[in-house]
């Protein structure tokens, strides 16, 4: 698991073990390896032996963002894990501390412009909340301080204490910040929650972008190479744990859906990173839906005189090699400064790539 207790990754990973250790008969440890966005653990459950004794529990952004977000990923998502079930999540909560006195995003907007600049939780580059505060500040031209924080639990905690003046994650950490009134949920990324039908939507409140529809998905995997017969045998039983009354419940109190069968579903869950995963002729923002995301330090701006200087602080890096990217305005969000190509270096990769001349 690679995010720390309290989380609601974690409360999955638990339930989800519980009933597996009922059905085969063995203990199920749930051991949290946090840090780097999920990089740490996820990376960790590559190098485990496949022999089915270690089962990966993580979430999309682990598995999509960080294609895009980190620089020399040390696993690759479609080749080094065999997926067994998968459970998408409802919208996502996006939560102001009380002290804002904000009710709704244009509140919110209102209390940032008052104040001058913000604190804003986060549980890893490229994650949800920071796309999100990242997108909203764009739009909006309002100072964000993102503090990054090794998982959901504590980053809540901290908008309970007023550390933090906004936050946004899971509907099942977020719960206790908002029903305890130390928080309030002011908006929604997705579709509404049903526990709170009358809050609005980012979209419906104004907030623009295709980052605001995204859905966020909880999978189980076991490394790469691990025995067909031993997948066949874990997925059934995880996909099984939806009957057991207590996994029923973590389902309902976190708003996800049942477990879904992804071992042959190439449109499920590999088709999503295959879509989301970036490719020659396509922006790490379109990859990950940074419709609206800006770097947050100026190491990662274009130097001037550069063909991708501002204002459009254009920049072509995909992964390991240069890309391009036709859009005007193409901003990204990236775990370390970027190398810099020229127009030149562009067009020598891209050509060398497509087979195409670029002018």
């Known amino acids: 698991m690679p995010y720390p207790p309290g989380g609601q ?19 199920v440890i749930v051991e949290n390896k946090g840090g780097a966005g999920g990089v740490i653990g996820v990376a960790e459950a590559k190098r485990a032996d496949p022999d089915g004794t270690t089962i990966l529990c993580t979430i999309s952004s682990s598995l999509i963002q960080n294609r895009v977000t980190v620089r020399d990923l040390p696993y690759d998502p479609e080749n080094d894990f065999t997926y067994l079930t998968m459970v998408i999540g409802a919208g996502g909560p996006v939560v102001a501390a009380k002290k804002t006195g904000a009710t709704n995003l244009r509140e919110f907007i209102e209390y940032c412009k008052k104040v001058g600049s913000v604190n804003w939780g986060s549980y890893g580059v490229g994650s949800t909340p920071h796309v999100l505060i990242e997108t909203i500040a764009k739009q909006y031209g309002i100072k964000v301080q993102v503090i990054q924080y090794r998982g959901e639990a504590p980053m809540w905690n901290d908008v309970a204490g007023q550390t933090l003046d906004g936050a946004a994650g899971s ?23 049903p526990p709170h039908p009358d809050t609005p939507t980012m979209t419906e409140q104004g907030a623009v972008g295709d980052f605001y529809n995204l859905r966020p998905f909880t999978t189980f995997a076991v490394p790469s190479g691990t025995p067909r017969d031993i997948v066949d045998r874990l997925s059934p039983l995880l996909i099984q744990a939806e009957t ?18 992804v071992r042959n579903d190439e449109t499920d869950l590999q088709a999503r990173q295959r879509r989301d995963a970036p490719h020659p002729g396509r922006s790490r923002r379109q990859a990950v839906g940074l419709a609206a995301s800006r770097p947050s ?57 497509t087979g195409k001349k670029v002018v």
């Open 297 to 353: 330090s100026p190491a990662r701006f274009a130097r001037r005189g550069s063909p991708y200087s501002a204002p459009s602080r254009h920049r072509a890096d995909h992964g390991d090699t240069p890309g391009v990217c036709r859009r005007v305005k193409c901003t990204v969000v990236v775990a370390e400064p970027p190398r810099w190509f020229s127009r030149y270096d562009v067009q020598k990769a891209v050509a060398e790539r």
């Open 9 to 27: 990754t974690d409360g999955i990973a638990r339930a989800f073990g519980d009933f597996l250790a009922r059905q085969v008969g063995k203990p």
């Open 244 to 261: 057991d009354p207590k996994v029923q419940q973590m389902l309902n109190n976190f708003i996800l859906s049942s477990p879904a069968d």
């Open 171 to 193: 509907y099942a950490a977020a719960a206790p910040v908002i029903q305890a009134g130390t928080g309030n949920l002011i908006g929604v990324v997705g579709t509404r929650l």
